[in-house]
């Protein structure tokens, strides 16, 4: 049984591309959690799949200098909600990285989330998962829902002439309606900001 179990979940990872995440839940059709579990450690073991957090596998990228690459955090975090069935958005300087208003690599990338709140390690990095009220995940454009905690991250009076440029400069990219959308859901000083792009 264990030879079959390891070429079923060996051979659904190698139909998926280098890189992509797995979840023990991704292989109950084949047996219980119990027996996947041991599976993928032995998997990891016979270095045939690693490990990233507890509970995340991956069939890692190789890539000719610099060997083995792991997944991006922010892909493991959506991977994560995806599961969770969650809604996520990147907070604080996860945010601001995210529309380069900050060339500080953040160490702990948080999200706000309506699923379960919890920390994961990564090696040096930590995702932290927050829960938000739903109010505060009810903005449906990608760049205006960053924009709008990047903001409040950044301060009612601390917001300087070229980041706003800069903000203004992204959201000319989101689509109107969305935008329209989420300006409603800001505090009013982020909404006289966001109007000027409309």
């Known amino acids: 049984m264990g ?14 591309k280098r890189g992509s995440v797995f979840f023990a ?7 219980n959690s119990k027996t996947i579990s041991k599976t993928l450690e032995r998997l990891v073991k016979k270095e045939q799949l690693t490990r990233v957090a507890r509970g995340i596998y991956s069939l890692l990228k190789k890539h000719p200098l610099l060997g083995e690459i792991h997944p991006p955090t922010e892909e493991l975090a959506l991977a994560i909600a995806k599961r969770d069935k969650a809604r996520i958005i990147p907070t604080g300087v996860t945010a601001l ?10 160490m702990n990338l948080v999200y706000l989330t309506d699923g379960a709140a919890r920390k994961i390690k990564l090696g040096n990095k930590t995702i932290k998962f927050k829960k938000t009220s ?16 990047a903001l409040k991250e950044i301060g009612k009076d601390n917001i300087e002439s070229e980041e706003e440029e800069l ?32």
């Open 97 to 106: 990285n995210a529309l380069g208003l900050s060339t500080q690599i953040p």
């Open 25 to 31: 839940k991704d292989f109950l059709k084949f047996g």
């Open 3 to 16: 030879k079959l179990l390891d070429i079923q979940i060996i051979t659904k990872i190698k139909k998926a």
């Open 134 to 149: 739903p109010k505060n995940l009810a903005a449906i454009g990608k760049i205006s829902s960053l924009v709008i905690q």
């Open 167 to 198: 903000i203004l400069k992204h959201l000319k990219n989101e689509d109107s309606y969305r935008l329209e959308h989420d300006i409603k859901l800001a505090p009013e000083w982020i909404r006289i900001i966001m109007r000027k792009a409309l």
